[in-house]
């Protein structure tokens, strides 16, 4: 009951109409716990296959909705803008390709986050545990400076999970103060995930928990129990080259699962089980370097077919009426994140955040199996190699293009150079009949869309991957001024 008196104040002071504090006073805020994966296969979760045990990941999914059509984009640093602001990355330079370690970049500080959004109604406690990847070279671009209060964990991609180095320098902070902690990273961040929900547990006000696990990115590292635990996989039972790999993904994701259960139980020892919103997918799709891990998916990350983009996701909020192991086939996307948490905060629907319209929609009502479908389109855009050979794809309830090749921001989308698909994939999940000859003006229609999304790119979005690597040195600990 404090908790609800302390914000019913704070919507008070705020000049709220009475109805909408009624509604904020009768919905509660939950604790919020969103955990995200690092290059996830389709497969690599027991909910999807038995490939790789994940009974934590597997309990979200049991007791609260599994996510069968969550889309996300081709890869980390997108994905990650998307969920923070709501928006299509592209919009502010995002969506092209990473931001790799010698690039000067980061998520445009206009942009409200989600952080920011929950600071405004009563969440005093946010805390982002492990990947950032939204910015390094500028403190402005640093979590504590876009709406975080506690940051534990790296700002790069790809970091050494021993040694917790990338471009031969420590890349592991609490706040803007280099770390020396010890340990390997996977439980270094579910520890850190873990006590700070212990710490701000059944205080006055909820908290906000972002946990980005650097797990199952590579390099491909695996503590040497779990590498036990799955001797088999290199023992012949997956063979080629790749064996190993498979060996040491399996290892690794085994372990973030082990650190989701830490942090399950840290939310089950506060006693706020049933008021503490947990939301789970991945970044991206699995890595062509591992066999199979997105089948019966077409494609992996860096791609815009399914196993690209559509990613294994789960949610739980019992006393919001998030429960029961039901399966949710509507489709959605990380965008969809911030408007859903906007309006079950505050009590009210949003189609923005001041200046800023959401690309996602509130889909409060279809993850409470109120509603079955939306009407929309998703767009998908990857241009990571250059313009000559870009990725582009739409998705509506019934219909799939994918158009890769040239940029087609021109209205040049049928040359030589383009690689053009259609599917059915209300009928088609694994893409594999293209119907592109029998549907011409279907695809027609489609692509006059998908060249208006490309257009969004602003000519100072960032750089492909490559530009600038060679003349590259990393600062001191990564610490910048």
């Known amino acids: 009951m404090t908790r609800i008196f302390i914000h019913a104040i ?27 994966a690092d290059d996830l296969g389709w497969a690599d979760v027991g909910f999807h296959s038995d490939r790789i045990p994940t009974p934590h990941l597997d309990r979200i ?7 069968d059509h969550f889309y996300v984009f081709p890869m980390c640093s997108p994905t990650r803008a998307g969920l923070m602001s709501g928006r299509y990355p ?15 970049f980061g998520l445009d500080p206009s942009e409200v986050t989600l952080p920011e959004a929950l600071a405004k109604v009563g969440y005093k406690q946010r805390g982002v545990f492990g990947k950032w990847h939204l910015g390094h070279n500028n403190t402005k ?37 280099a770390s020396g902690e010890q340990g390997y990273s996977t439980d270094l961040i579910a520890g850190a995930a873990s006590r700070f929900i212990a710490k701000h547990a059944k205080g006055a006000a909820p908290y906000l928990c972002y946990v980005p696990f650097n797990a199952p990115h590579s390099p491909f590292q695996a503590p040497e129990k779990y590498l036990k635990k799955f001797a088999h996989l290199a023992e012949g039972t997956v063979k080629g080259k790749n064996a190993n790999k498979r060996q040491k993904v399996a290892g690794m994701v085994s372990c973030m699962d082990d650190g989701i259960g830490q942090i399950l139980r840290a939310i089950d020892d506060s006693g706020e089980g049933d008021d503490t919103l947990v939301w789970f997918f991945s970044d991206n799709g699995g890595v062509s370097a591992i066999a199979d891990n997105n089948l019966p998916l077409r494609g992996n990350k860096l791609d815009v077919w399914e196993g690209g983009v559509r990613v294994a996701a789960a949610i739980r909020w019992p006393s919001g009426g998030i429960r029961g192991g039901k399966k949710v086939s509507v489709p959605l996307s990380c965008i969809d994140v911030l408007p859903t948490l906007a309006k079950l905060t505050a009590g009210e629907s949003s189609a923005s955040l001041g200046n800023k319209p959401f690309d996602g929609r509130d889909v409060l009502d279809v993850l409470q199996a109120k509603r079955r479908q939306l009407d ?3 767009y998908f855009y990857h241009g ?6 870009e990725k582009i794809a739409i998705r509506t309830a019934e219909w799939k293009l994918l158009i890769n090749g040239p940029n087609i921001a021109s209205g040049e989308w049928k040359t030589a150079k383009h690689d053009r698909f259609l599917f059915r994939i209300d009928r088609d999940p694994s893409e594999t009949t293209d119907l592109l000859s029998r549907h011409p ?11 208006s999304h490309r257009k969004l790119q602003p000519q100072d979005g960032v750089g492909v991957y490559n530009a600038g690597r060679k003349k590259f040195k990393a600062p001191k600990n990564w610490v910048v001024k």
Request: net charge neutral; charged share 25%; hydrophobic share 45%.
């Open 10 to 36: 704070l919507f008070a002071l705020a000049g709220l109409p009475l109805a909408k504090l009624s509604t904020v006073v009768a919905a509660k805020q939950p604790n919020i716990v969103i955990v995200v």
């Open 141 to 177: 671009w640093h979590p504590d400076n876009q709406g975080f209060t506690h940051f534990h964990g790296h700002y790069n991609g790809a970091i050494d999970y021993f040694d917790l180095t990338r471009e031969g320098e420590r890349d592991w902070h609490v706040n803007e103060t």
């Open 90 to 104: 592209i919009r502010f330079g995002m969506a092209r390709a990473v931001i790799p370690p010698w690039r000067n």
């Open 441 to 451: 003006e279907v695809a027609a229609r489609l692509a006059k869309k998908l060249v």
């Open 384 to 389: 990571q190699a250059g313009e000559d050979k």
């Open 61 to 67: 999914a049991r007791e609260g909705v599994e996510l």
């Open 376 to 378: 929309r389109e998703l």
